[in-house]
């Protein structure tokens, strides 16, 4: 495979870690009420850490509203949230974006030293 064909799938599998956090978070929903975060938290450092900035910001914003469609209630609505399901939501928004900015950089930094390394072989 390409490295350009390889970049191009970045994005694409740094959508999936929410999307199984999802799957395995509605299986076991009884079982980890009512931690709506716990599965997604890690979820979107792995997408961030693949994908790196902009993969990591659409892993947030999905993850953020399959919780809050899902699993906070009132669920299946986006609206009629209690005011600490809004900052809870906000809260995540803010650490996901925090988790992408972060990997988004110690990837450009690791390009940085590689270039760097390989212009003075």
């Known amino acids: ?12 599998i740094a959508m999936l870690p929410p999307i199984v956090a999802f799957i395995i978070q509605w299986l076991f929903w009884s079982t980890i009420q009512p931690f709506a975060w716990l599965l997604f938290f ?31 209630p009132p669920q299946f609505t986006f609206s009629d949230k209690t005011p600490m399901a809004y900052i809870s939501v906000g809260l995540f928004c803010v650490m996901g974006a925090v988790f992408s900015i972060f990997n988004g950089r110690l990837r450009k930094a690791n390009k940085q030293i590689e270039e760097t390394n390989t212009t003075l072989r």
């Open 1 to 12: 495979m390409k490295a350009k064909d390889q970049f191009q799938q970045r994005p694409l």
């Open 42 to 72: 890690p979820a979107v450092f792995i997408s961030s850490w693949i994908g790196g900035l902009l993969p990591g910001l659409v892993s947030t914003l999905l993850s953020a509203a399959l919780v809050s469609w899902f699993f906070i």
